[in-house]
C-alpha cells in the first residue's frame, strides 16, 4: 500500500479507536510497518481529530522520512515489538479496563475461550516510564510469545498481522478485562485450564471456527 494509503488507514483508525472510547485525547498510538520503516501516529495527536498528516513515516533508525512532525513518544515500543517478522500492526492505548486489572493483578487469566486469540492469559509488566527503553525492553519480551500485554499503571499494548486485527485484539482485550473486574467484584473469577484451553485449540482447527464458510 502507498504511504498516503497507509497513514490515511492509520489516521481513520485513531478516529475509530477514540468514537469507541478505547482512547481519550492523545493517550495512545498507532502504527504499521511499512517497507523501509514504520508508518506511526505523531507524538501530541488528538486521536478524534487525526488525518494523515499526523502520521508519519520514519525509517529503522526513527527518522522521519516522510511527515513534518515528530513521532510518537513510545516509538521505541512499536520498534521493538516488530523484531517479531508475524507483527504487522501495534497499537497502544490507555484503556481503562486494561488499566484497572494492572492495578489489582499481575495478570488477566484465561476466563473466555476467545482470550486464546491474544495467547491465553495475558501478563501485566511492572511499571516502567512511558518511552522509555525498560519499558519497550518489558513489553517485547511479552509480545514475543503473545498477541497483547498489559503495562501496570499505564495501559495495553496488542499486535496484529494487519491494523484491522491489532484493533480488533485491542477490542477483545478490554472486553475480557471487562468481564474480569466484573467477576473479581463477586468472587474469584474461574479460569479454563490448559486442557479446556488446548480442547478450544484443536476444535478451532478441526472446524474452521470464527471464519466465513460455505454450507454443506
Not at 500500500?1 to 483508525?13: D, L
Request: proline letters at 3%.
Amino acid at each position: 500500500m502507498p504511504h498516503g494509503g497507509v497513514r490515511e488507514q492509520i489516521a481513520a483508525a485513531c478516529r475509530g479507536l477514540s468514537a469507541s472510547g478505547l482512547v481519550k485525547g492523545t493517550a495512545g498510538n498507532v502504527s504499521v510497518r511499512v517497507d523501509g520503516g514504520i508508518a506511526i501516529t505523531a507524538t501530541g495527536l488528538v486521536f478524534a481529530e487525526a488525518t494523515v498528516d499526523d502520521v508519519v513515516i520514519v525509517d529503522d533508525k526513527g527518522k522521519v522520512v516522510v511527515g513534518a512532525l515528530a513521532p510518537s513518544s513510545e516509538l521505541g515500543l512499536h520498534a521493538a515489538a516488530y523484531q517479531e517478522d508475524a507483527v504487522r500492526s501495534v497499537v497502544h492505548t490507555h484503556a481503562p479496563g486494561s488499566i484497572a486489572v494492572s492495578l489489582v493483578s499481575d495478570r488477566l487469566p484465561c476466563i473466555h475461550y476467545q482470550q486464546l486469540a491474544l495467547g491465553g492469559e495475558v501478563a501485566v509488566i511492572p511499571y516502567f516510564l512511558f518511552g522509555s527503553p525498560e519499558l519497550a525492553e518489558h513489553a517485547s519480551a511479552t509480545l514475543s510469545e503473545a498477541n497483547a500485554v498489559i503495562l501496570a499503571h499505564h495501559g495495553a499494548v496488542t499486535t496484529g498481522g494487519t491494523l484491522d486485527e491489532a484493533i480488533g485484539n485491542t477490542s477483545l482485550l478490554e472486553w475480557a478485562c471487562d468481564i474480569y473486574l466484573r467477576a473479581r467484584s463477586i468472587d474469584t473469577p474461574s479460569e479454563l485450564s490448559s486442557e479446556q484451553q488446548a480442547e478450544v485449540i484443536m476444535s478451532v482447527v478441526a472446524t474452521g471456527y470464527g471464519t466465513k464458510r460455505r454450507a454443506e
